[in-house]
């Protein structure tokens, strides 16, 4: 059981150029979250899916897409990279969203935009 | 709607000293608590939570927290701070009333402790 990983670990991008962060999770689970992590800025939610096929905007959504074709997967698409989107990326699924459930979250994804 | 607040940025303390690392938050209905605790260059890590019932929530590595209804607030505590204790913490929340919403988190804070 590995819970969710991600890839790659470390990529840096030069501006304009585009790239797609992968997260996967073995635990079946329903929901699955983006967020992005700033130097003192905390965690931020780029998107997030209830499900197969379904996507939901978070608070940090535009220059961003997602799909969720498989239950498992959940890939990140950075198009037309800024370096505005410098950051730390973290995925993260919960069986359930509502309730008292907690989210676990991948080791992450260290992105330079220069 | 919810929010959650951690009001300093670092907190310094020593070695087997007490630690306590502040949070409070604001919701609509009932609120579920969490606490998660992100080492140098990993992922979050899920501490302990609060649903119900007992004020006093124990969690991993001996750290607990103290649920404060009046005072809206859930401080993380540990009686005996350790060096391997630094890291960056989170307290993030979810409403009761707020359905399938994903957690809501703090800035962090960060905790260093001295030897």
């Known amino acids: 059981n590995a819970g969710v990983t991600q890839t790659p670990k470390f990529r840096i991008l030069k501006i304009g150029q585009s790239m797609t962060l992968q997260c996967a999770q073995d635990?079946?689970?329903?929901?699955m979250y983006w967020y992005r992590q700033d130097p003192g800025m905390g965690l931020k939610l780029i998107y997030y899916?209830?499900?197969?096929?379904?996507?939901d905007k978070g608070e940090v959504p535009n220059g961003y897409n997602v799909s969720r074709s498989t239950t498992e997967d959940f890939p990140l698409r950075l198009e037309l990279a800024a370096p505005s989107q410098t950051s730390v990326y973290f995925c993260?699924?919960?069986?359930?969203?509502?309730?008292?459930?907690?989210?676990?979250f991948g080791p992450g994804t260290r992105l330079t935009v220069t | 709607a919810q929010s959650v607040a951690q009001p300093e940025d670092q907190v310094n303390v020593a070695e087997g000293n007490p630690l306590t690392v502040k949070c409070t938050y604001s919701v609509s209905g009932n609120p579920y608590l969490f606490w998660y605790v992100q080492y140098p260059n990993r992922g979050l890590q899920f501490l302990l939570k609060y649903i119900t019932g007992d004020n006093l929530v124990k969690g991993s590595y001996g750290f607990e927290a103290e649920f404060n209804k009046s005072q809206t607030s859930f401080h993380l505590k540990k009686p005996s701070a350790l060096v391997s204790d630094s890291a960056l913490y989170f307290c993030?929340?979810?409403?009761?009333?707020?359905?399938?919403?994903?957690?809501?988190f703090g800035k962090g804070t960060r905790l260093s402790v001295i030897a």
């Open positions: 993260a699924s919960s069986p359930l969203a509502g309730g008292p459930y907690e989210q676990y």
């Open positions: 899916s209830v499900g197969a096929g379904i996507t």
């Open positions: 993030a929340v979810r409403d009761s009333f707020s359905g399938n919403t994903p957690l809501v």
């Open positions: 635990m079946n689970h329903n929901y």
